[in-house]
């Protein structure tokens, strides 16, 4: 086992608690991704995983090494891409990079350097200034600093965030090889789809409590739905009996209807549901579908629990 988590908790000075107790064992080569809404605490779990905010109580173990007693050890294999964009304006891309590798003590090594800025399609921007790329460009810079000390378990908080929709799939790549290497990849992420395509295990976190951590292929069961939502020409008070199902909702305004399918399913109801809206004389002006967020999903789940 690479990273072993105990019991851990982090309470801010403010006396918030934003990580209430949360275990987790993460295997050599694996990919976990944790999702979770806005201030859910997974910045905080990571950061304190890392060994870069203390915890009010609990450990971590990263191969062995206990990251607040062998700090160095431990912060060796990690190697950290952070939510927020931290890089020296000025400085050129390659400098950056080279730089980050002097911090763990290792020798520069140019193949390697350009191994990585390829595989990140930065090469041709080694001799930019930070401050003259994109927001997606510098995303990927951070990237490259987190790989060029060749981490084991590299943690990724919300990698994609301002990167569009086809870096997003090469960078799915770039992850996809790392794991290839061997390498150990905890990340963070609002978005289910992309949980879906590249973690082995999916943790779901709100509160600063995990609520489970499961292989990818049973929670997509669990939560991969779908939304349809239909507007309608006239304004509706109610909906028609055949149409009051438990996932069959009437917006406010009465202009649309949603309706919540699961995808795994063979039979998604949707033929019903839209034969069911013409029998009962109710004309369409429009049709779209739409993959539930997790904060929806979210939304939905804890809407549900109070009613
Ligand atoms: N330095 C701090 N002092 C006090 N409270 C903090 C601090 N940092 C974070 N928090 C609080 O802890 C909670 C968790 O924040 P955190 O950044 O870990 O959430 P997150 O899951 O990463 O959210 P996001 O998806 O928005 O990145 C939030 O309520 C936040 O306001
Ligand atoms: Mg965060």
């Not at 694996?30 to 910045?43: C, F, R, S, Y």
């Not at 109610?238 to 919540?260: A, C, F, M, R």
């Not at 949707?270 to 739409?290: A, P, V, W």
Request: aromatic share 6%; with cysteine.
């Amino acid at each position: 086992m690479l990273l072993q988590v105990n019991e851990l908790r982090k309470t801010y000075a403010t006396g918030f608690e934003a990580v209430k107790g949360i275990s987790l064992q993460v295997n050599k080569g694996e990919i976990v991704a944790l999702l979770g809404p806005n201030g859910a605490g997974k910045t905080t779990l990571i950061s304190t995983i890392c060994g870069i905010t203390n915890p009010s109580s609990g450990s971590v173990f990263i191969d062995g090494y206990e990251i607040s007693k062998n700090f160095r050890d431990a912060r060796k294999l990690i190697g950290l891409v952070p939510q927020d964009i931290t890089l020296e304006p000025f400085e050129k891309v390659l400098n950056t990079i080279n730089f980050s590798r002097g911090l763990f003590g290792k020798k520069k090594d140019d193949a390697l350097t350009e191994k990585v800025l390829t595989k990140l399609s930065l090469w041709d921007k080694r001799d930019s200034r930070i401050m003259e790329l994109s927001g997606g460009m510098k995303r990927r810079v951070l990237i490259a600093k987190a790989l060029i000390h060749e981490p084991r378990l590299l943690f990724l908080d919300e990698p994609t965030a301002s990167v569009d929709v086809e870096l997003r799939q090469s960078m799915w790549d770039v992850v996809a090889d790392l794991k290839k290497d061997g390498v150990t990849i905890i990340l963070t992420t609002h978005y289910i789809e992309e949980a879906e395509a590249i973690a082995d295990r999916v943790g779901i976190i709100n509160k600063g409590e995990l609520l489970l951590i499961e292989e990818k292929a049973s929670l997509m069961q669990k939560f991969g739905q779908k939304i349809l939502k239909v507007e309608l020409q006239k304004k509706l008070k109610q909906l028609p009996k055949e149409l009051s199902e438990k996932n069959v909702k009437l917006s406010d305004d009465g202009l649309s209807i949603t309706y919540i399918y699961d995808t795994k399913q063979k039979k998604t109801g949707i033929t019903k549901l839209l034969s069911n809206l013409s029998n009962s004389g109710i004309n369409l002006r429009d049709i779209q579908t739409d993959q539930s967020s997790l904060e929806e999903i979210f939304v939905n789940l804890v809407r549900e629990k109070v009613e």
